[in-house]
Each structure stands twice: as structure tokens, then as C-alpha cells.
């Protein structure tokens, strides 16, 4: 477990929060099971685990070509991968992607890759 800097706890913010009950029980036994300090330690933890699992994928506008060369380009990179991955690495829209990993195919570029 990471702890923030001095500089971080200055700054912090408080977020009230309405719970049901069965909520309130579960966090309650983990805490009495030992595995959390306090039910804010919890929440900071639940907070920053979604923090890392959640992620703004922002598209580049470029054009057609352009992100036909990056595609192959990172087929050729990596032998494998799954076109959202591809659409998430190079910050292309998965349509695209899909549309160009397509033609790709059929023009035979991605065979052996």
C-alpha cells in the first residue's frame, strides 16, 4: 500500500457518502477481521483501486493513411494483439481500426505478422 506525501495530505478532500446497511456490515467485518483500519480506509483504498482500473482513452484525429501506417506498424511491433488494444495503444477510434485492420487483411499485408 502506497501513503500519500505530506504535501497531499494538506490538500485532501472530504466525500461524505450514503451506505446500505448490508454495505455498512461487510466493510464492518473487514475491519473487525483486521484487514482494513477504519471504513475511511477502505473507501480510500475502494477509490483507488477504481482510480487505476478506470481510464479516459482519448482519440487522436489524424488521418486514414496515417493510421493505416501505425496499425501495420504495431502488428509488426507485436505479433499478436486484439484490434481494442491496438485501438487503445495508438489512441485510434475502434471502428477505424477494425475498418483498417480489414483492409489490411485483405490486401494480404498482415499475413505473417
Known sequence: MTYPDHKEIKQSKTVGTKLTQREYEEISNLIEAGIFLSASDFVREAIRDKLKATK??????????????????YYRSYDEAYISEVSKDLQLDLELVCQITEELEKEGRLKGI
Open 56 to 73: 479516459i482513452i482519448k482519440i487522436r484525429d489524424i488521418d486514414y493513411e496515417t493510421a493505416k501506417k501505425e496499425v501495420l506498424g
